[in-house]
């Protein structure tokens, strides 16, 4: 792909070709509502008794706090794909990186929402710490804003705090259900809540998303360190990613073409994100494997990648995913 002529290089347009095609059956896809199969893991555990919540939008229904966090991290994932579709059709060189993180974000919270071998209880649990991080955010924005902006017209000072005051009360609300979902697990299952006490960074989910996936451990680590400092800017990072040539007798440097390998590793990673996380919901929801929709994108883009003159990481197919948190 040249940044002259802005050609888009044909194994770039196979992958987004094929991603295409992929996310056109994708369940979750484009927002569509999704129902579980009555009979599947979640069919099931949605319809346990629970402890009515504090929340009144919630009311007998509190599963739905797992069911709204998880549609949005899952839908949010599959949104930001579609974005890489578009960017590898556009020429974009950057474009990749910053999508591909965030790509491998939303789904590495939903991998976690939806992991397997939870009790219905631990599942609530850790979707009531994804509102509660959310809230503690928006009020920690809003104190910021008091604190520092002194001019703020009127309308938005009333708006911001109209924000921290609901904020505030959703927080009670899920505090007190946490508090429920958390004593509940000590009286039915003998312990505690274990590793869902703590809300995980987004940092350490792609990792163990990532290490999970390939056969080489800690493959996590240096992928969303790469993802990360492209998404920053680091012009490092950022002329590592082009092939940069000497422009005429002034010897200036000229963007010249894309490196391919590069360039496509931030689509492969999203994409082993979102099988891991799709695998796991689907199989929780009973809708049936996406492991055609997925393969074939990976083994295109493997195929790319491998032509470009690398090999990407191989993806550990042996390895039971759906075991590990």
């Known amino acids: 792909?040249?940044?002259?002529?802005?050609?888009?290089?044909?194994?770039?347009?196979?992958?987004?070709?094929?991603?295409?095609?992929?996310?056109?059956?994708?369940?979750?896809?484009?927002?569509?509502?999704?129902?579980?199969?009555?009979?599947?893991?979640?069919?099931?555990?949605?319809?346990?008794?629970?402890?009515?919540?504090?929340?009144?939008?919630?009311?007998?229904?509190?599963?739905?706090?797992?069911?709204?966090?998880?549609?949005?991290?899952?839908?949010?994932?599959?949104?930001?794909?579609?974005?890489?579709?578009?960017?590898?059709?556009?020429?974009?060189?950057?474009?990749?990186?910053?999508?591909?993180?965030?790509?491998?974000?939303?789904?590495?919270?939903?991998?976690?929402?939806?992991?397997?071998?939870?009790?219905?209880?631990q599942r609530?649990?850790?979707?009531?710490?994804?509102?509660?991080?959310?809230?503690?955010?928006?009020?920690?924005?809003?104190?910021?804003?008091?604190?520092?902006?002194?001019a703020m017209p009127v309308a938005m000072t009333t708006r911001v705090e109209q924000i921290h005051a609901a904020s505030k009360q959703k927080l009670i609300y899920v505090n007190a259900d946490l508090v429920a979902m958390r004593r509940l697990v000590a009286d039915r299952h003998g312990g505690t809540s274990g590793p869902e006490q703590e809300y995980?960074?987004?940092?350490?989910l792609v990792e163990t998303t990532l290490d999970n996936a390939f056969a080489s451990r800690d493959a996590g680590i240096a992928t969303y360190g790469t993802l990360s400092s492209i998404t920053h800017s680091n012009p490092l990072h950022l002329s590592n990613l082009l092939t940069v040539e000497l422009d005429g007798q002034d010897?200036?440097?000229?963007?010249?073409?894309?490196?391919?390998?590069?360039?496509?590793?931030?689509?492969y990673y999203a994409v082993v994100g979102m099988k891991h996380c799709l695998n796991r919901v689907t199989d929780c929801w009973g809708l049936g494997p996406i492991d055609d929709l997925v393969v074939p994108v990976l083994e295109r883009l493997?195929?790319?990648?491998?032509?470009?003159?690398?090999?990407?990481?191989d993806i550990d197919l042996d390895e039971q995913w759906e075991t590990r948190t």
């Open 1 to 121: 792909m040249s940044s002259q002529s802005n050609l888009v290089h044909p194994a770039v347009r196979d992958v987004a070709s094929s991603l295409q095609a992929a996310l056109a059956e994708m369940p979750f896809a484009n927002g569509s509502e999704v129902a579980p199969s009555p009979d599947s893991r979640w069919g099931t555990d949605r319809s346990r008794t629970l402890p009515a919540s504090a929340d009144p939008v919630f009311g007998d229904e509190l599963f739905k706090v797992v069911e709204s966090n998880g549609f949005f991290r899952v839908a949010a994932g599959l949104d930001y794909v579609r974005g890489l579709e578009s960017v590898l059709r556009s020429g974009s060189l950057y474009s990749t990186h910053p999508l591909g993180r965030v790509a491998l974000e939303a789904f590495s919270f939903g991998a976690w929402l939806w992991a397997p071998g939870l009790v219905i209880e």
């Open 251 to 267: 010897a200036r440097p000229r963007l010249a073409t894309i490196n391919v390998f590069d360039y496509l590793s931030p689509v």
């Open 124 to 150: 609530i649990i850790r979707g009531l710490l994804e509102a509660r991080n959310a809230y503690t955010q928006e009020i920690n924005h809003c104190k910021r804003l008091r604190r520092d902006s002194k």
């Open 200 to 204: 995980p960074s987004a940092g350490k």
């Open 302 to 313: 493997r195929t790319a990648m491998t032509d470009s003159g690398k090999e990407p990481l």
